[in-house]
């Protein structure tokens, strides 16, 4: 069984910094595709980052420069630092990932967590 277990969300004053953690089960992110998604309640989920299973990444236009991907192979998890945050970051924030080849549709889904930033 696979489990995606999204953490560190919270409230933050705009200009902030946040790093959120995804840790799996049952699924090797090294041999992977993985990604955060973020969405507003009444919107569309939007892709906050992408990453496939021979590390070619890809950030939305609306978050490169100010976050950043990166894995701790040995703990299974994933990570996302956010810096110079902005109340239209609040959202909230899912992790995602597929074995080997992302092909088309996300496998499985984390329960997702929480970020608020205010002005």
């Known amino acids: 069984q696979v489990q995606l277990v999204e953490s560190g969300g919270g409230l933050v004053q705009a200009g902030g910094s946040l790093r959120l953690s995804c840790a799996a089960s049952g699924i090797m992110f090294t041999s992977s595709s993985v990604a955060w998604y973020r969405q507003v309640p009444g919107k569309q989920r939007d892709m906050v980052v992408t990453?496939?299973?021979?590390?070619?990444?890809r950030y939305a236009d609306s978050v490169k420069g100010r976050f950043t991907f990166s894995r701790d192979s040995a703990k299974n998890t994933v990570y996302l630092q956010m810096n110079s945050l902005t109340p239209d970051d609040t959202a909230v924030y899912y992790c995602?990932?597929?074995?080997?080849?992302?092909?088309?549709?996300?496998?499985?889904w984390g329960q997702g967590t929480q970020v608020t930033v205010s002005s």
């Open positions: 990453v496939t299973n021979t590390a070619l990444t």
């Open positions: 995602a990932a597929s074995r080997g080849a992302f092909g088309g549709r996300w496998e499985y």
